[in-house]
């Protein structure tokens, strides 16, 4: 089995937990995608139709900067575990701006999630329609109660 790496954005500390998880779990190395500019409470307010959020999700093609990833650990990897928070039902934009920058065609891609409680499917339509180079296996909604077992049975799903 290749070398696997987890990927993600995390704003308020969730998304980080199950990617830890994973880690622990998988031996895959954890590589945070960090906005250049952090996400603020004000900007993460769903209900402000005028939140830096709302308007980066609701405004087209937007791009927002994210810090350099170790991109020599993503190239030498076979499976990337790609996760975020759900932002309605989807993934951030900073997700678009890294699948933008690196190039995960050729490599078995699993994303996942945390959320308030929406599924993740809308989220993967969308990543598939987008990013159709991208082996984008099914996708998991994760709790910080996921188990050993789970997380190890999703790893090995086809
Ligand atoms: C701007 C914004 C939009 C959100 N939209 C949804 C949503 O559509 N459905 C949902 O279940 N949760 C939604 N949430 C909740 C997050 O998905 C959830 O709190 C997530 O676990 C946060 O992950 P993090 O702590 O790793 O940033 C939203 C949160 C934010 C900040």
Same mark, same amino acid.
């Given at each position: 089995?290749?070398?696997? *790496?987890?990927?993600?954005?995390?704003?308020?500390?969730?998304?980080?937990? *199950?990617?830890?998880?994973?880690?622990?779990?998988?031996?895959?190395? @954890?590589?945070?995608?960090?906005?250049?500019?952090?996400?603020?409470?004000?900007?993460?307010?769903?209900?402000?139709?005028?939140?830096?959020?709302?308007?980066?999700?609701?405004?087209?093609?937007?791009?927002?900067?994210?810090?350099?990833?170790?991109?020599?650990?993503? /190239?030498?990897?076979?499976?990337?575990?790609?996760?975020?928070?759900?932002?309605?039902?989807?993934?951030?934009?900073?997700? /678009?701006?890294?699948?933008?920058? *690196?190039? @995960?065609?050729?490599?078995?891609?699993?994303?996942?999630?945390?959320?308030?409680?929406?599924?993740?499917?809308?989220?993967?339509?969308?990543?598939?329609?987008?990013?159709?180079?991208?082996?984008?296996?099914?996708?998991?909604?994760?709790?910080?109660?996921?188990?050993?077992?789970?997380?190890?049975?999703?790893?090995?799903?086809?």
């Amino acid at each position: 089995m290749g070398q696997s *790496v987890v990927l993600y954005l995390s704003n308020t500390g969730h998304t980080q937990g *199950v990617a830890e998880k994973i880690s622990s779990v998988t031996g895959a190395k @954890l590589i945070p995608i960090k906005p250049q500019q952090a996400y603020t409470k004000t900007d993460l307010n769903w209900n402000d139709h005028d939140s830096r959020s709302y308007h980066e999700m609701h405004g087209g093609r937007v791009r927002p900067a994210i810090e350099p990833v170790d991109s020599a650990a993503i /190239d030498q990897a076979t499976t990337v575990y790609l996760g975020f928070p759900l932002w309605w039902a989807t993934a951030p934009r900073p997700i /678009d701006t890294l699948l933008d920058s *690196v190039d @995960l065609s050729g490599k078995t891609v699993r994303p996942f999630c945390t959320s308030g409680s929406s599924a993740i499917d809308e989220a993967v339509r969308q990543l598939r329609v987008d990013y159709p180079a991208i082996d984008w296996q099914a996708g998991k909604r994760l709790t910080s109660h996921v188990t050993d077992q789970e997380i190890q049975a999703w790893s090995k799903q086809n």
